[in-house]
Each structure stands twice: as C-alpha cells, then as structure tokens.
C-alpha cells in the first residue's frame, strides 16, 4: 500500500510521526510536513533554555529524520489558514496534527494580568519571531509564580548574567538586554510541599549551577506528612527532588551577587500594585492537610517585588476546523484518532489524526512525545490498511504545490532551512566577542530571506 500523509507542525512530536510513517516496513509512506514557522523544530527551537545545549542537541537527530527523501518540509505555511484542513484531506490519505501548546495558562488572582507570562519571556530570550524584542528588567526582585521546569528555566536566565548567556545560540537584542539586567532575587513561590514539586531532578540540581547564583530554601519548607512520604518511597524522582532542596535548605546566604529562594507552602493570592507598578506580592501560608492536600493557615506574607512572572502551564490553541475541548485544551482523541467532539461516545473524524502535547497536554519532556507518536502513526496504518480513509481527490506528488502557488502562499522548503541553518552558524562564528556555534536570527523577513538565499 502506498501512502501520502499530512503532518501539521514539525516540532518533535510531528517529526518522530513523520519518521515513524516514512520507515513503516510493510507500506511505501510520504510525509509532507507543514510547520507555520520558517523554521522547524517547535519548542526544542522556540522553548528550551538556550544554556541547555544538550537538549538542543537532540535538533541533530531530529535534522537526521527531515534529511530524507520521503520527507518534505513545508515550512511557513499555517494550517487553517494559509490552507484548511478540508484541503488537506483532499490531497492526503491522513492528517496527523501536532500543533504542540504555545499560550500560557492565566495566572487568575487579583492583580494576576500584570503578571508576565513564562511563555512570553521564553519567546523573547529564545528569539521567537512572533515575540517581542526588548524586554524590561529593570526589577531588583522578581517572583516567579510555579515549581515546575518552566519556572525553573525562566528563574535561571533571569539569576544568570548576560555575558554567562553569551556563549549560547541567543541573539544580540536578547544579550544586549540580560546584560542589563537589574534582577538580585529571585523569588520563586508553590502553594505545596517539596514532595509535590514539579521539577526534574536534574533540572533542579542544575539551578544551581553558576557561579554568580547561589538556590536557597527555607527549612521552614522542608515538611512532608504521611502521603507525601509514600511519594518519596515510590517515585524515584520526587525522592531525588526532596534531597536536592534539603541540601539547598542546609545552607548560609554567602556572597554570591544572584538568589534563587525556592518557598513552599506559599500560595500567591494577590499581585500587589501602586497605579501601573508592581509592589510585591501576597502569600498565604498554607499547610499540609494529612490526606494529600493543603488548607490555608491565614497567615499572609508580602513580599516586595517589582516583576511577576507565571509558569503555570501552557495551554494549546484551536486549529480551525479541527474538534476542540475548550475543558481540556485538547484535540479530543481516541488513542490519537481524531474525535468529532469531546462528548463521551463521539465518533472518530475521518483521516484526522493526532500526536504531542496537543493531544495529551502540555505535560512532559521531548522524549514522552516518541511513545505518544507510536500509538497515533500505529492506529494510522491499521485503518490505512483495513480501507477505513476516504481516497483523496488530489493525487499527483506536487499537487500541493500547485495549491500553495495559487494562494500566493510563500512556503519554505527543508533546503531552505539548510541555508538558514548555514547563516546562523556563521553568525555565531563571526562575534567578535563570543564566537559560538550559532547565533539566532530573529526577524521573520531575515530568516526567509536566506531560505531563499541563492533561488
Ligand atoms: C519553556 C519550555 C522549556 C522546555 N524545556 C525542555 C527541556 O529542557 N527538555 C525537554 O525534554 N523538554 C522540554 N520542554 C518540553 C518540550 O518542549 C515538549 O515536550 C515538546 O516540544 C512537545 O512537542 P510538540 O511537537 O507536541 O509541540 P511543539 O514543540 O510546540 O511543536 C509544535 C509545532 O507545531 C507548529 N504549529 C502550531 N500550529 C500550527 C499550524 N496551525 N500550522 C502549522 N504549524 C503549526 C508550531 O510552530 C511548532 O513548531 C520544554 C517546554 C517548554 C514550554
């Protein structure tokens, strides 16, 4: 059986579904991928920490998957936009969606609007086109509300210097602006215990990794009640997490120009504002409850800050003519089969499939994304094979092509990304003063003026 797919957004979940479908041993499958950037590799490229280089690595092997020849990117093109999905089934056997989640969560207490998003800062210091490109921090004291990875990454860029960040992919308007800022504390806030915290071990033991910043915890903090201690014995990690910030709480302020406290049991409950400023924010003490939970001590603390930030989650977008559940923030699915609506009993869509973080939620690392593409691109085949997908109308390979040209739709191709990628390196290996194995270019326009570069 041979096969032409539609995969719609080339961030790791989308590109290990491509990879499983063109490898597919019994059954000769095409991929298109559409990504709405001019460049792909989603929130690897536009959301990993640019001092995590070890984690952008992974972009080596996924270049590897989108270098071959049954594979072809098709780059700044928005589905539902610049085409629908209605075209996509026209001229594919199967769709498979996986947009990922961009939005940040709201943080919904009073004064909660004048908190920055996590998102917002990570698009601004990863080079996000669609973000904005200077950034204020000019605070002394900022709160960072959430104890997840996200929280973490954004307290660490924060509490770095500029010039440590240098040496990383960011571009000049992100380093002009982290050498100047102003930030000395970091506070960062969860309403519960060290055993419910949502780091990773690593990346908690990893905070503490510069020079200039030294992590501290209260030992007021450090509590667990009878649940949270079966936590510990069974997960690994939570375990990890609760000895690493034990260390941290074991500790002297020392010198160090840069601190990172990590509060627990501390659950923001108002932003504090005079007029347009920030002042600080409010916390409400809370305390274990014994059967897993917390309840309020009312006891408040205000804590002077003059910049809030959220990493509350991050939430997934519609994508225009696709079932969404508007609870869940989700593309409702049936082990990844498309569902026509998130109502118990629905039935599936026809061709629609879906794959990542917009079809379980923003939760877990690059590599959970591997397993959730296997059951999708699985259950793909199977009805590929059992004749359960609608024949599509258009057949010929470059038909989209065509399609796209008529819209006037400026798509980007994988040999332009080539020529992308090749500026960039050469950017970074120009400074002057930081030379490094890549710079970011930011600008839309600049970006898809070296895809073009040469045509
Ligand atoms: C701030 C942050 C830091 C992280 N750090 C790490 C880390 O250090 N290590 C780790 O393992 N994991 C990390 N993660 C998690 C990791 O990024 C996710 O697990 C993974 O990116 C999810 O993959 P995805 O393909 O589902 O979504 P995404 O990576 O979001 O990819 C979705 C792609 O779809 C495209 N798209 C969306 N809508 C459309 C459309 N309509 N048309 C065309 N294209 C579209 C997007 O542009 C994007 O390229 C981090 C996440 C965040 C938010």
């Given at each position: 059986m041979s096969l032409r797919v539609a995969v719609v957004g080339a961030g790791p979940a989308g590109i290990y579904a491509s990879d499983l479908l063109i490898r597919n041993e019994e059954h000769d499958i095409h991929v298109d991928l559409f990504e709405q950037m001019p460049a792909p590799f989603g929130l690897i490229r536009y959301g990993v920490a640019p001092d995590h280089p070890r984690i952008k690595g992974i972009v080596k092997s996924l270049h590897n998957v989108l270098d071959k020849d049954k594979l072809r990117l098709i780059a700044n093109v928005t589905v539902g936009r610049d085409v629908t999905i209605d075209d996509l089934r026209d001229y594919y056997d199967a769709v498979v969606l996986s947009t990922g989640a961009v939005r940040d969560r709201e943080l919904l207490i009073p004064g909660g609007d004048k908190s920055i998003g996590a998102g917002e800062f990570v698009g601004f210091y990863d080079g996000n086109p669609r973000f904005e490109r200077d950034w204020n921090l000019e605070a002394k004291e900022v709160a960072v509300v959430g104890v997840g990875n996200v929280a973490l990454d954004v307290s660490r860029i924060l509490a770095k210097t500029g010039d440590e960040l240098a040496v990383t992919e960011i571009p000049d308007n992100v380093y002009e602006s982290l050498k100047n800022n102003k930030a000395e504390t970091v506070h960062m806030f969860g309403r519960r215990g060290p055993a419910q915290a949502k780091f990773t071990p690593k990346e908690l033991r990893e905070l503490d990794g510069s020079d200039t910043i030294q992590v501290l915890v209260d030992p007021e903090d450090i509590d667990y009640d009878e649940l949270s201690e079966q936590v510990r014995r069974s997960d690994k990690s939570v375990d990890l997490n609760c000895q690493v910030l034990e260390q941290y709480a074991m500790r002297e302020p020392d010198g160090s120009p840069h601190k990172i406290y990590i509060h627990f049991f501390e659950e923001p409950v108002e932003v504090l504002t005079e007029g347009d400023a920030i002042v600080g924010i409010r916390t409400e003490r809370q305390e274990l409850d014994g059967n897993g939970g917390i309840r309020g001590t009312g006891k408040f603390t205000d804590w002077p800050v003059q910049q809030v930030y959220h990493a509350v989650g991050y939430r997934s977008e519609p994508v225009e003519g696709v079932p969404f559940d508007l609870q869940r923030h989700v593309i409702p699915n049936d082990g990844g089969h498309v569902l026509v609506s998130a109502d118990e009993g629905a039935g599936v869509e026809d061709k629609l499939y879906v794959t990542g973080w917009i079809k379980r939620g923003p939760i877990g690392l690059i590599g959970n994304t591997k397993s959730d593409a296997k059951e999708t691109t699985d259950m793909l085949v199977a009805d590929a094979a059992a004749g359960r997908l609608a024949a599509p109308s258009h057949t010929g390979a470059d038909d989209i092509f065509d399609l796209l040209r008529e819209r006037g739709v400026d798509y980007a191709t994988?040999?332009?990304?080539?020529?992308?990628?090749?500026?960039?390196?050469?950017?970074?290996?120009?400074?002057?003063?930081?030379?490094?194995?890549?710079?970011?270019?930011?600008?839309?326009?600049?970006?898809?003026?070296?895809?073009?570069?040469?045509?």
């Open positions: 994988w040999e332009g990304w080539y020529k992308l990628d090749e500026a960039e390196r050469a950017l970074g290996a120009a400074d002057p003063n930081f030379p490094r194995e890549r710079k970011k270019i930011v600008e839309w326009d600049e970006m898809l003026g070296h895809s073009r570069a040469g045509q």
